[in-house]
């Protein structure tokens, strides 16, 4: 998925929100995969003349930057079939069941990262966060989730339009 985000925002500033308290900032240029791996194991940014490369198990969200619009033709991996056993298959089916497209949600993940928007696209593994026109896309990696809050559906009354963020939060 990273390969397509790289091509169709090519000339975005992405936000890499990590598994710690830092984000990296830079214009995607490629996936890093050794000689001798079989996969990717390294988004690599460009930013001010040099590389920032970031270890894909390191990455909780990507921001494809302001002003970007989800990409229809963006395509996911199947789950596998069958679904393994174990707690990550519970986690990532979980969130995909109790999240519907159209929720209200605000997504804690990593030390101090938050996104707050609609579900806007989700699959087996990644989420993606947006206004209900798919502006300003945060695609989020559901099992780097901690928290996820929503709104008593009976309680909210009508809502103003949601506007996607993603933030580093401070942290006390």
Do not use: W
């Not at 069941?97 to 990644?126: E, I, K």
């Amino acid at each position: 998925m990273l390969a397509q985000l790289i091509t169709l925002y090519s000339t975005s500033v992405f936000s890499v929100f990590t598994n710690n308290a830092y984000t990296i900032v830079g214009i995607p240029d490629s996936l890093y995969t050794s000689p001798e791996g079989g996969e990717p194991g390294l988004l690599i940014l460009a930013n001010a003349g040099q590389y920032e490369s970031i270890p894909l198990t390191a990455i909780n969200a990507v921001y494809a930057g302001d002003g970007t619009v989800y990409d229809l033709s963006i395509t996911y991996l199947p789950p596998p079939a069958p679904l393994p056993l174990g707690c990550d298959t519970d986690m990532m089916t979980a969130v995909q069941d109790y999240l519907p497209v159209g929720t209200d949600v605000l997504l804690m993940m990593g030390l101090s990262t938050q996104a707050t928007g609609l579900v806007y696209r989700n699959h087996y593994g990644m989420l993606v966060i947006s206004d209900a026109d798919g502006n300003t896309p945060v695609f989020v990696v559901t099992p780097k989730l901690l928290r996820i809050t929503t709104a008593d559906a009976e309680l909210e009354g009508p809502r103003p339009a949601v506007s996607p963020r993603i933030q580093n939060v401070p942290i006390n």
